[in-house]
């Protein structure tokens, strides 16, 4: 077989392989899958964890920020709603976002800043933004910080995974 024909084969078996993780569904905790139907996150997998109420969507009114701990209690995270429509948002201005707080570069505990409209870390000032998915704006740190998956479900605002790896995880299981 030529080398032609080989890099075919290889590419048809990938491009197979690619058809059928896309299809995949995450049937227990912990197991990483593809966002395929958010095209803005189609290369960041997403982790499906268990269902968590975080709060009231009621409850949430442009500018509120509600601490909780996801996927476990050692993982602090911050549900926020913004001022503007964010990317991946949800609710009807696409307002409302959540990400683990915990600083991709060395875990400190990230806090936000009404002011900038940012996430900052107090320990070597990384800068991250809530509204462009939690991307690095400027700082140590390497990569986003996570980002939480939620839904709307009547009232609630739910939990259901992550995106990315929370610092200090070597994989994303519980
Ligand atoms: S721990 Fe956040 S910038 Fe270093």
Redesign the pocket.
Known sequence: MGNESRRTRHALNRRDFLKVSSGCVAGAAGIPVFAASNPSHTATPVTAYPVLDVARLSDLTPGTTIPFSYPSPTSPALLMRLQEGALDGLGDDSSIVAFSIL??????P?SYKAEQGMLI?P????TFDPAKGGSLII???SSSLPRIALRIEGDRVQAVGVHGLIYGRHTNIL
């Open positions: 600083c991709t570069h060395k875990g400190c990230v870390c320990c070597h000032w990384s700082g140590q740190a």
